[in-house]
């Protein structure tokens, strides 16, 4: 039996692990540098920037979570940002993904946020298909714009 539970430090190793398995997934395990001890003070620390969810069996320890924080809008207010849903790969399909979504969305209604918000890979077609039948609108009209580590160090007001 799965149980869907909020995330407690102890869970930092497992939820690492699946951060590592879903970039091999995405194919781009290197592009994950994140630690334990940097979950462990970015979601545990003084201020906390994150909270998540796990689906946890008896069996077999954490098999998913859902990551997420929340954000501002200036047109909308508070909006609650999924960073990631991640269900080991055996156990994909097995109704656990929605679980985790159910309880973060249950989280947005909680807090009472204006926007839920995450994103999916234009090659995720499965995540699409699930997208879409729970009525999420997936826009293409916004760009993602990022800076880099190294590029957020190098930045000196450049125009």
């Known amino acids: 039996m799965i149980q869907i539970r909020k995330g407690t430090i102890d869970d930092l190793p497992q939820v690492l692990q699946l951060v590592?398995?879903?970039a091999e997934y995405e194919k781009a395990p290197q592009e994950v540098t994140?630690?334990?001890?940097?979950?462990?003070?970015d979601g545990f620390g003084e201020r906390p920037i994150f909270e998540f969810f796990v689906a946890e069996s008896e069996a077999d320890g954490i098999v998913g979570i859902a990551l997420y924080y929340m954000g501002y809008s200036t047109w909308k207010g508070k909006m609650l940002?999924?960073?990631?849903?991640?269900?080991?790969?055996?156990l994909r399909?097995?109704?656990?993904?929605r679980r985790l979504f159910d309880a973060v969305a249950e989280e947005a209604k909680r807090v009472e946020a204006k926007r839920f918000r995450w994103q999916v890979l234009d090659w995720n077609e499965s995540a699409i298909a699930f997208y879409k039948k729970i009525g999420a609108d997936l826009s293409g009209e916004w760009l993602n714009c990022t800076l880099t580590e190294?590029?957020?160090q190098n930045y000196k007001g450049k125009l």
């Open 81 to 90: 940002y999924l960073e990631d849903l991640i269900v080991t790969e055996r």
């Open 93 to 97: 399909r097995s109704g656990i993904g």
């Open 34 to 41: 994140n630690t334990v001890e940097d979950m462990h003070w």
């Open 20 to 22: 590592r398995e879903l």
């Open 150 to 152: 190294e590029q957020i």
